[in-house]
């Protein structure tokens, strides 16, 4: 009854409850259903004894049905007032009770009935954060960060390190400068700064000049091709 009274009855209490809507049909259709059922199927296993309800059941169907499974047919029960007037007795007797205990009350804060067991819902989220979260970040910040990230991993690193800095200074002093960038590179430049510098004499500009020297290479290659390929 506290959940009816606070949800349903009264004036709102929150800002949020104030502008509420009406749910769409997609979420009020499920439940007409499902309150369909939960009304309805209270219905089997009525005895034919039962006040209003009996007579227009006929026959314990239900009981019938699950009779007929067993070896031994058991006998009905007797119906009874007892156990009946009782139930009525608990349930609106709790649902008044419920009521005249929340019917003033504007918020949960002033809610001064509630167990502080029941408040705090079993302390569930208090004990999943000390058996699963605290110990999920402990693993992660000290194990794993800790000693395997910065203790393991990074004292191996650290341990060559040393190392192979040693054996890149190796290579670069006694193969990469003496020998890519200074023979191969700069000599190759060397070469060909010595080069262009003894062929500058033959540009002349003049182009007869150019011509007969490539009379003469034709003529120098024509007779080599004559005397080693084709004689």
Do not use: C
């Amino acid at each position: 009854m506290r959940q009816i009274t606070l949800t349903f009855l009264g004036e709102p209490r929150t800002e949020e409850a104030k502008h509420a809507h009406e749910t769409p049909w997609t979420m009020t259709a499920p439940l007409v259903i499902l309150s369909f059922f939960a009304v309805t199927f209270g219905w089997v296993g009525i005895p034919e004894h039962f006040p209003v309800l009996g007579p227009l059941v006929h026959n314990n169907w239900f009981h019938v049905f699950v009779g007929s499974t067993l070896i031994e047919h058991p006998k009905a029960v007797e119906f009874s007032w007892t156990p009946l007037l009782t139930s009525f007795a608990v349930a609106l007797g709790g649902l008044g009770l419920g009521y005249f205990a929340y019917r003033n009350i504007k918020s949960v804060s002033d809610d001064k009935l509630q167990i502080g067991f029941l408040k705090d819902k079993y302390y569930f989220d208090e004990i999943y954060d000390f058996l699963f979260v605290k110990p999920a970040y402990w693993f992660a910040e000290t194990f794993v960060y800790k000693w395997m990230d910065k203790g393991l991993i990074d004292g191996i690193l650290h341990l060559f390190g040393p190392g192979t800095q040693g054996i890149g200074s190796f290579i670069r002093n006694k193969f990469d400068l003496p020998f890519i960038n200074r023979f191969l590179g700069d000599g190759s430049a060397d070469v060909t700064y010595w080069f262009g510098g003894k062929l500058r004499a033959v540009q002349t500009g003049r182009v007869q000049q150019y011509l007969m020297l490539a009379l003469v290479t034709f003529v120098v290659i024509g007779a080599a091709l004559f005397f080693f390929v084709l004689a």
